[in-house]
Structure formats: structure tokens, C-alpha cells
């Protein structure tokens, strides 16, 4: 098995040693906190491949992560500064060629001017390994996610309020063969809410996306341009049932028209709708139900509606221990291209179960085990594989 990098080695050497540190051993200031933590997780099927399309051959593996980072939080009067900066090595053993440094950082400014306008302003940066449940090579591809936002909200009546918000998100795929998928997609959002006095709301929420794609190719003779622009009306409502139950529901009407090709047009209802429930101090559930446009990454497909569920359960024994389970299950209705004729299989259903206890040996350090099953259907269209994966990790992660 491959040794950890030195990198990695002086990470866990440090995390050990906290073990034995005191509980008392404080943050840099009440600003700044920095994080460290490494784990070892076991893949059955790393690169999801199709085990009847390679039957016998494995494709397991197990990758070390080793990570470090700062957690940041500062009063500014009476605005609010917070953000994160991390760095992740990840060493796999068997496929060494997707050994690779990964970095993500966020910050958020909370702002508040008087009573009744408040927002935030921020920027987010991720760059990782492009997931294999969609790209099944083993050569690296490392994907960036970059985003600036902003939005404000003005509650101009003890029963009213209005709110906007702006959003720029860009995608790049290193690997040259995936770069079809880089995009820039810009959102608008408008609403006004009116609000009760329990603290439910319920408003209209206007939504206005554009998706921009700058390589265009062509496949026969069909000249593929996935440019689009969408727009949506939306019904947006908050319910507070009880101190212990709530459900929030944004959903209602989307068109999406394509700068090239008409014909793949699409409009349709969609939402999502999510409840909570605390009926115990100790435990918690979490529900959702979705129905909603869906980007799909593939040469002969435009889009999807994707419609799923979702179960999360969090389970706290005691003050050190933590159980969180999740159950999800997702199908994915694809749109092929403008051209594209006697497509198969223009549907892929994918379900995952995992499982995770978290120990907090002491106030700083946490010890995590979890486990997990990843099965798909795949898609002829989208070039999605049938996959079955079976995880398990531990982690180990110190404050400081």
C-alpha cells in the first residue's frame, strides 16, 4: 500500500498529538480558528464502472485524505464576517494517477443597515476531482466551481417584505475531452413575502436564469449549442407548524428556451418541497421531495426534469455521540439533442444509503466512522453506467 505523503504525515502526526492535548488548548483569536483532519475511506467501485460490461476486473480502491484549513468569524460591528479556506491532499493507492491537491474557500458578509434591510455578499471557490458517478476515466479531471452572489432584503411593513439577489457561478473541467461541459450560469431572483405573525411567510418568487456554454461541436452534421435562458414564476411558502415542525415549499411554473434549436424547447411545473420535525431534543428528521430542471453533462442530451426523495435522520445519545443516517433516490428524465433520433434509455434512477457515527473524544477532537451503498441504472443517452459501490471510511478531525 502507498505510503502517505510527507505532507500528510506531519498532518496526522499533528492530529495524534492532539489527542493528548489538553481540552483547554484554545483558537488562534476569537476570529480565527484552524482545522485539521485526516481520514482513510475504501471504495468497492471508485470509478462507478458497469461490472457486466468488465466482468472480473476490480475497481476498488483506497485513498487517504489529509486536510488543513481555517474557519473564520468576525464581528464588524454590526455586520458579520465568516468564511472558511481549506487544502486537501488525496492519495488513492492503486489508481496513483488521480493523486491530486484540492482547494475550497468561502467568505459571507452579513450586512444590516437600520431595522429592516438586511443581505449578504459573499464568494465561494471548490476545486476537486470531477465526481466518477458522470465521468468514469481514471485520468485526472479536476473540476472548479467559482461563484459571487449578493442579495438584499427590505422589510418595509411588520407584514411585509421584499427581497432580490444575484448570482454568478462558473465551471471548468481540466480534462480536454470534458470541456464541453465549462459553463457560466447567471441568476436573478425577485419576490415579496408576506408574513404572519407565527413566523410563517408566503410569497412570489420570480427567477431568471442564463447558462452560457462557450464550446459549441458538432456531431454529424448537427451543431450542438447548449446556450440557454430560463425563467420562473414561483410560489414561495414557510410553514411553522409547531416549535418542532416546519415545511418550506418553492416551486410553480419554468420555461427554458435554447439559443439554437427550438426544438428543444421545454416548460413545465416543478418544486421542492421540505419538511423538518424535532419531536425529541435528541432527534431529528429531515424530508424532501423534489421535481426540477436539471443540468446533464452528455454529448446527446440538452437537460433532465429530475424528480426525487430524500430521508435524513440525526440521532444524538449523549453529549459526544452522534448518529446521522440519509436515504436518497432520484430519476433523471433526459431531453436529447435537437437531431439526435432512436435514442435509448433516456432515463437513469440513482439511489444512495449511508450511515455515520461521529465521538467527540474531546471538546476539539472528533473521531467518525461511516459506511455507505451507491447503486444506478444507467442511461444509454447520457452514457451513465449500472453501477453498485460499497463504502467505508474513518476520519479523524481536530479544532483548534
Known amino acids: 500500500m502507498k505510503q502517505l505523503p510527507g505532507s500528510a504525515k506531519t498532518l496526522l502526526a499533528v492530529l495524534l498529538g492532539s489527542l493528548y492535548a489538553v481540552p483547554a488548548a484554545a483558537q488562534i483569536s476569537d476570529t480565527i480558528q484552524p482545522f485539521v483532519g485526516v481520514s482513510v475511506q475504501h471504495d468497492s467501485n471508485l470509478l462507478r464502472q458497469d461490472a457486466d460490461q468488465y466482468p472480473g476486473v476490480d475497481f476498488a480502491d483506497t485513498y487517504k485524505t489529509a486536510q488543513a484549513g481555517i474557519a473564520l468569524e468576525r464581528p464588524i460591528g454590526r455586520q458579520l ?79 411585509w417584505q421584499v427581497h432580490t439577489g444575484y448570482k454568478r457561478e462558473v465551471f ?71 416549535s418542532i415542525s416546519q415545511l418550506t415549499f418553492i416551486g410553480g411554473w419554468v420555461r427554458r428556451n435554447y439559443i439554437v434549436g427550438d426544438a428543444r424547447d421545454s416548460s413545465g411545473g416543478h418544486g421542492r418541497l421540505v419538511a423538518n420535525w424535532a ?70 434512477r440513482t439511489r444512495s444509503a449511508t450511515l455515520g457515527v461521529n465521538y467527540a473524544v474531546l471538546r476539539q477532537v472528533t473521531l467518525g466512522l461511516n459506511v455507505g451503498r451507491y447503486t444506478r441504472d444507467g442511461s444509454v443517452a447520457v452514457q451513465t453506467t449500472t453501477y453498485r459501490s460499497n463504502t467505508v ?3 479523524a478531525n481536530v479544532k483548534f
Open 81 to 159: 464576517l465568516t468564511g472558511t479556506a481549506r487544502v486537501t491532499r488525496v492519495d488513492y493507492s492503486r489508481f496513483n494517477e488521480l493523486d491530486y491537491t484540492g482547494k475550497d474557500g468561502k467568505l459571507d458578509l452579513a450586512w444590516l443597515v437600520g431595522s429592516h434591510v438586511t443581505g449578504h455578499v459573499g464568494a465561494t471557490y471548490s476545486e476537486a476531482l470531477a465526481a466518477f458517478s458522470d465521468f468514469h476515466s481514471s485520468e485526472l479531471n479536476l473540476r472548479t466551481d467559482k461563484s459571487a452572489y449578493g442579495n438584499i432584503n427590505w422589510k418595509f411593513h411588520p407584514e
Open 172 to 242: 471548468k473541467f481540466d480534462l480536454a475531452s470534458q470541456q464541453y461541459n465549462n459553463r457560466t450560469e447567471t441568476t436573478a431572483d425577485a419576490g415579496v413575502d408576506y408574513l404572519l405573525k407565527n413566523g410563517s411567510s408566503v410569497g412570489l418568487l420570480l427567477r431568471h436564469l442564463k447558462g452560457d456554454y462557450p464550446v459549441t461541436f458538432v456531431v454529424g452534421n448537427t451543431l450542438f449549442d447548449n446556450n440557454y435562458v430560463s425563467n420562473e414564476a414561483n410560489l414561495s411558502v414557510s410553514w411553522v407548524y409547531s
Open 279 to 348: 419531536p425529541l431534543s435528541h432527534v431529528q428528521f429531515g424530508a424532501s421531495l423534489w421535481r426540477e430542471f436539471a443540468p446533464a453533462e452528455g454529448l446527446f442530451v440538452h437537460g433532465a426534469m429530475a424528480t426525487g426523495q430524500s430521508l435524513n435522520v440525526i440521532w444524538t445519545p449523549t453529549a459526544k455521540i452522534e448518529l446521522e443516517a440519509n436515504l436518497q433516490n432520484e430519476r433523471r428524465a433526459f431531453n436529447p439533442q435537437s437531431g439526435v433520433v432512436n435514442l435509448a434509455g433516456l432515463s437513469d
Open 393 to 395: 471510511g474513518f476520519s
